[in-house]
């Protein structure tokens, strides 16, 4: 008789494929895996408690460092936070470049994930090309706020910089140029027999499923639910662009690939819009205090991320510092599901699945 | 000549002769190696919109295979502690001796081969699977467990796609009534057999690939599951044999589809003044062209997935090829 015994492989920190410094610690009989349990923390870094002793501009680069594939969504929902409190009306101008650059965010965070999740699948070249357009939108925003990445480019009123000469008309080209690329994009993978042997039917999941695990972004939409809070619960002035929310109903690998895709197109009418209507002139930091205090009491905001509903609670006692400051970080409720989906499933699946999750580890560990 | 030494009576001399012969293929075929993994790095670099190598040994970064073999050399040489030493050790050896092995039978030109067996094709296929034992040996003397996996991928992938590789050469063994490298390519002076036996083309490119564990089919060191498979413990010099393996390995292979399929050394119709090993050059630089063209393209494929097209599509095609073949022949002979 042969005797045959469940391996216990740990899967990370250090794996190429976790995209950062995420551990799973996966029994696996051959290449089945009986069970998978995540270990986060590794990049814990105690955002929440240290902003306790901020003031509020200072918190800002922290946000920064949460999600820092999509930094603008983060800077954002803690400005919009301490502004719901203190009721502050934010310039028009403001308003447009929050919005332009939080959108060219949200497609530079979807290239990444395309490029890098085709990089899981084991195909080299998609990453390069998603990078080479990303590279354009972080040149950009460098120009824009001085950092590519790590932008800390809100303020609370506003937005620290103004656009520089020439700067609409830079965003208005790539728009076009975007979508010729997609074309390509969907030409390479979108139809390979191989990739979609990879990604239907793996990693489904339902409606009620999704919900209960609190899923947000494509994690959820891909199981068909219309849940946008850009449509839902406009923020900022996105009520004021027609675009739609793309939904998929099979819950699999397949249907969060083409949601993000579609995503990528619909923050384009969103930026074509934005930057046709842009204002001329006009202030882009409205009248706040030196010293910038919430009043006393409590406020909880959420907006779209890139990656799902990221919303930010603060709690003040009327000092310049708050009291308590709470992230609700989605990439950290996305990957609850994750143990569920890869009982019974094999190791190449591991990695299409949590790959399609779309993780950032800074925002997991927060 | 060889033939003559062969025949002849051993002594110093011929050993000699022998030892020199085999020394200078290895350092052409170190060569081909050398600037083929430089211009697999060009033409990916090309292709995905980058430049490529272009630091060491000037604007083509010529040098820069050489840079990384001597780095290679120079690396400390690390042995789990756990792991099991003298398989640990021999691993690298069985797994790469057999990729030069094999090349002796490969006629480059009517000239040029070191060794014309009349069994070329079978001994090419019969050596070129001991490769597997020294990846499998790798996987398990390595004590590690993504090392293992990687191994046991190897072991099933690579005995998978022989069959189908060796399915697919009978149909050019029928219409050539020969084993020998030499007479096939012989009987393609008037049409190539790529046109005689297109089914067979394709299903040994594919399953060729799939030998050369490269993308599509490169789970058994598929970086983003399991780090880097059966040399993930391997370092230094010992990894480079790996490395070189494979790289041999597609230098053999490239050379077998251009003998087995694309006529060998033949000339196209009215090109007959461009030499022989030329036309093989050519012809060779084509079907590795198109192996890194494929790399660059394509994801991979799932373990299970792999099994089941190789078990069950490229082997029934290559069987029905088999028999199409074969009642062709017979019905072409009767007329």
Redesign the interface.
Known sequence: MIRTEE?L?NVGPQ???THGVFRLVVKIDG?IIKEATPVIGYLHRGTEKLAEDLQYTQIIPYTDRLDYLAAMTNNYVLCHAVETMMGIEIPERAEYLRVIVMELGRVASHLVWWGTY????????PF??AF?EREMIINMLNELSGARLTFNYMRVGGVKWDAPEGWIEKVRDFIPYMREQLKGYHQ??TG?E??L??VKGIGAYTKEDAINFSLSGANLRCTGVKWDLRKNEPYSIYDRFDFDVPIRNDGDAWSRYHCRMEEIVESLKILEQAVEQFPQEGPILARVPKIIKAPKGEAFVRIESPRGEIGCYIASDGKKEPYRLKFRRPSFYNLQILPKLLKGE??????AILGAIDIVLGEVDG | MIEELLRSSPGLLNFAIFFLLAVLLLFVVLGFVTFGILSERKV?GF????IGPNQVGGRWGLLQTVADVLKLLIKEDTIPKAADRPLYIIAPVIAFAPSFVVLATMPFTDKLQFADIGVGLLYYIAVSGITTVGVVTAGWASNN??AL?GGMRAAAQMISYEIPLVMSVVGIILLTGSLNLNEIVAAQEDIWFIVLQPVAFIVFMIASVAELNR??F??PE??????AGYHVEYSGFRWAMFMLSEYVYMFAMAALTTILFLGGWHPLPFLGFIPAAVWFALKFSIVIYFLIWI???????????LMEFGWKVLLPVALANIFVTALLKEIFSLL
Do not use: C, W
């Not at chain 1, 094999?346 to 990695?351: D, K």
């Not at chain 2, 292709?47 to 980058?50: A, C, D, K, W």
């Not at chain 2, 598929?222 to 780090?227: D, G, I, R």
């Open positions: 391996m492989l794996h190429p494929s290449e085709l990089l899981d699948i084991g195909a080299t070249s390069l090309y080479r390479l993978v390979n191989i990739f042997n990879r094999n190791m190449a699946n591991l990695i | 990916m292709m995905q919109m980058r467990k993504y996996l993308v599509p490169d789970l598929a970086e983003s599951e399991l780090v790399r660059v393209t394509l994801p991979r494929l799932r373990a299970d997935q």
